[in-house]
């Protein structure tokens, strides 16, 4: 039985070493795999043979010699040393190999390869020939200035293009891994992880890249953590300066400087935003004020149907008795009315509040070739966050749309240029199962914002509470180690890009490691993100450092003094004795 097994090991051994004068061969190919686009390979080399390394195998396509590129699948190990032998503890698996004649570690693993294609110069995109290897052909893994050729869509440093990273089995750097910035905005982006992979960081790096002079985006990212205001840094770096004068700008703006409109809102909005318990009658009488009070501004010709909070509670006010007096004894409409109206006034009746008569956010200060635009809600109250996304989103979708259609050339509805808008916690914006006063505008503009120029970016934490049709419709997804068994599955059924192979090795992926698919790259890959070249500012905290930091000396004694301002005089007078606090 050992002598068997040493000629067969020593038989591959030759063969391997006849045809494998080149490092770069990996092994021989076995056969066909189970399905009909596979084939395995025999390989001793397991530290190159890594899930999701590219390989490829030589063939003869119209009288030219092409590599047909494959990505590998899986892998098992063919052939070992017999259990007897690796049960001995004390015996090394090596010793035994030299024992039996054989210079090199006895084991054989079998590699199961997904065929790609030929990459295709004039269609950029693989073609598979359906030309399965032969058994025995030598099989080679792919060189690295090759693979940054047909991977990515553009090159490191090209117009349009945004390196993110570089390819997981090589070497840091060594194969750049670039997304289309084209495609990615126009077809929308997905970004999902679980907490502390990596999301917010990897969105910071595309930011970065869509600031770069070879880019100049106008960007939009809605932060409901306050954690991107540090890429107000980008204006201060020369890495994204240009030739030409360029500097990129970063805006913030904060809680306290953002207005809605409230002519802006519909009467859907202003419905979402009152408290739980309005009955349906209360509604009925907004309707028909809302709808009264538009009827009669455009009677009055205002310019865009301008009004403010007070115009349509004084249209409420005016249904309470009726056209006449005859409805006057009818003290259940009173009673709506007036509680109406009290639900009203809890919301936008606030001298400093979001929703403003006149003064809102302009399209052209959000939204601007070479400038990011940070707006952060951390202190706004969540659904008067869903009705801010929603209302900006569908005013950026009205005005493209009247830009592109050469209706306006002029004015708050003229935008004559593509925007990107990154959402992160997109789930509290088109949660799933449940539908909000953003879903429908997101689902709109994911289906329709090609056309105009308007683009997605989705950032989440938890894919599973995210509105799958919102999901489905991103075409490029950069998705990080994710362990929830929900999110994951709501990953492999939205998310068509990535084979199974790939999704099956997300919770296995580290902090800063991703699968990048979709139309943004040309075949997906397991990618290592950059570092970023602006500060992180959604760094977990350490707590433990934290706590003992407070018990510094540096800490107490700062604590100290500022509490002396506030300390009475000691009294030198002895407490008087209370009796027993009973409760």
Known sequence: MIGCIALELRWIELKSDLMTESRDVLGTVKGPGLLPNE????????????????????????????????????????????????????TPPAEVAALL???????????????LGYFSEKLSSFVNPRIPP?????????????????????FYGSEGGACIGSLLTREPGEVPVVLSVRDVVSTHLAILASTGAGKSYTAGVLVEELMRPYNRAAVLMVDPHGEYNTLASI??????????????????????????????????????????????????????AFRSLQDRLKAE???????????????????QYGKDDRDAGDGGNVSSIQGLLWRLDSRFDRREGLFHPHEHLELSELFRPGRCTVLQLSEIDQQEQQVIVGTLLRRVLKARELT????????????DYPV???????????????????????????SEGRKFGVGIGLITQRPGKLDQDVLSQCMTQIIMRIVNPIDQQ??????????????????????GQAVISGVGINTPVMCRIRSRLTEHGGETIDAPAEWAKWHSTGERSKRSQDAAPYLKPADDKKPEKVGRIRI
């Open 39 to 90: 084939y395995l390979v025999l390989t001793r080399d397991i530290e190159v043979a890594r899930m999701g390394e590219f390989v490829f195998y030589s063939a003869r396509i119209e009288g030219r010699s092409r590599q047909i590129v494959g990505t590998i699948t899986a892998r098992k190990l063919a052939r070992n040393l017999p259990d007897s032998f690796l049960a001995d503890a004390g």
């Open 101 to 115: 004649g054989i210079d090199d570690a006895p084991e054989i693993y079998e590699l199961t390869v997904s065929t």
């Open 134 to 154: 032969r058994p025995g052909d030598p099989v080679s893994v792919s060189a690295g200035d090759s693979l940054a050729g047909i991977l990515s869509p553009k």
């Open 235 to 288: 204006q201060a770096q020369e890495a994204f300066s240009g030739d030409d004068g360029y500097r990129p700008e970063v805006k913030i703006f904060t809680p306290d400087k953002i207005r809605i409109r409230f002519s802006s809102l519909t009467e859907a909005d202003i419905r979402y935003l009152l408290p739980d318990g309005t009955s349906d009658k209360m509604l009925h009488f907004l309707r028909q």
């Open 301 to 319: 010709g205002r310019r865009e149907y301008l009004y403010s909070y007070q115009d349509l509670r004084d249209e409420v006010q005016r249904q």
């Open 404 to 415: 592109v259609g050469g209706h306006v050339d002029r004015g708050e509805n003229f935008l």
């Open 420 to 446: 990107f808008t990154f959402l992160e916690e997109s789930h509290r914006f088109a949660p799933a199962g449940r539908s909000v006063v953003s879903t429908n505008v997101l689902k709109q503009i994911l």
């Open 490 to 511: 709501t990953v492999a059924q939205t998310v068509e890009g990535a084979g199974r192979a790939m999704l099956a090795e997300l919770p296995a992926l580290t902090k």
